[in-house]
């Protein structure tokens, strides 16, 4: 029965990679509960993620209560790492536990590496940002993320994170009629995989990801499923992490 279900989640592996059009999909098995779904995927993100790291690697996280996840079941290494571990972006205002800066600082305690903190909020007026970026302590983080090689972001769906972001009712109504379904790293996209609104914030850009060597999305829930659809894209990712239910709604959505 063991090999049965193994080889079934290969196969469904194979075919969520084909439909995505990734190099790469890895699901954790099993009808999982909606409240074990993260702690699962976050437990098998952990593992894979600390297993890749290697001294001189420059890990990103975005924010969000998956990727507090896995941060949470990373194992502690005995010896440190040469890695440091910086957020993608800001993100300042939503709860501090699931902030990608206390996800950095969890992560480089938990492997013996070092981190860097964003301090600006997901938000900024836009004329505020060229004084941000001009900001010597905030150019030198930019300098760090260009050098990126690992990034490790969330997906949530477009309501819920325009929600969790403080939007008033009225932009989330706008933002939901300009058919935004998915988010990540700040970015809404429609079903089509357009970009419809983008957060004033300062860090990682969509198109910073083309060249960062690894670019790992990691996403479970079936009611996340059309927003996973709408983030995902083999311009920018190379892996995605999600659990059986999530992947079979994907399939039938596509
Ligand atoms: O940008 C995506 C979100 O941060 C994902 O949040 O993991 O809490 O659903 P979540």
Do not use: W
């Not at 800066?101 to 301090?119: C, Q």
């Not at 939901?176 to 860090?203: C, P």
């Amino acid at each position: 029965k063991y090999i049965k279900e193994v080889k079934g989640i290969k196969i469904l592996e194979e075919n969520l990679k084909d439909c995505l059009g990734l190099k790469e999909v890895l699901i954790v098995p099993g009808n999982l509960e909606h409240s074990t779904i993260k702690q699962e995927i976050g437990r098998f993100t952990a593992q894979l993620v600390k297993n890749m790291l290697k001294d001189g690697d420059i890990l990103v996280v975005t924010g969000g209560s998956t990727l507090a996840q896995v941060a949470r079941s990373m194992r502690f290494n005995d010896k440190s790492m040469n890695v440091k571990v910086v957020p993608g972006r800001g993100g300042l205002g939503e709860e501090v536990e699931i902030q990608a800066n206390t996800i950095a600082s969890t992560i480089a305690k938990k492997i013996g590496g070092s981190y860097k903190l964003l301090h600006i909020p997901d938000s900024i007026k836009e004329e505020n940002v060229d004084r941000i970026l001009a900001e010597p302590s905030i150019q030198r983080i930019l300098e760090i993320l260009k050098k990126a090689n690992i990034l490790l972001h969330g997906v949530g769906s477009a309501e819920e994170m325009a929600c969790r972001r403080d939007m008033s009712p009225g932009q989330v109504k706008e933002l939901l009629s300009n058919g935004a379904v998915g988010e990540a790293l700040g970015y809404y996209f429609n079903e089509k995989g357009e970009i419809v609104y983008i957060t004033t914030s300062v860090g990682l850009h969509l198109e910073d990801l083309q060249q960062i060597d690894k670019v790992i999305v990691v996403a479970g829930d079936p009611a996340k499923a059309r927003a996973i659809i709408s983030v995902v894209s083999p311009k920018f990712h190379d892996l995605l992490i999600t659990d059986e239910l999530t992947a079979k709604e994907i399939l039938k959505l596509k």
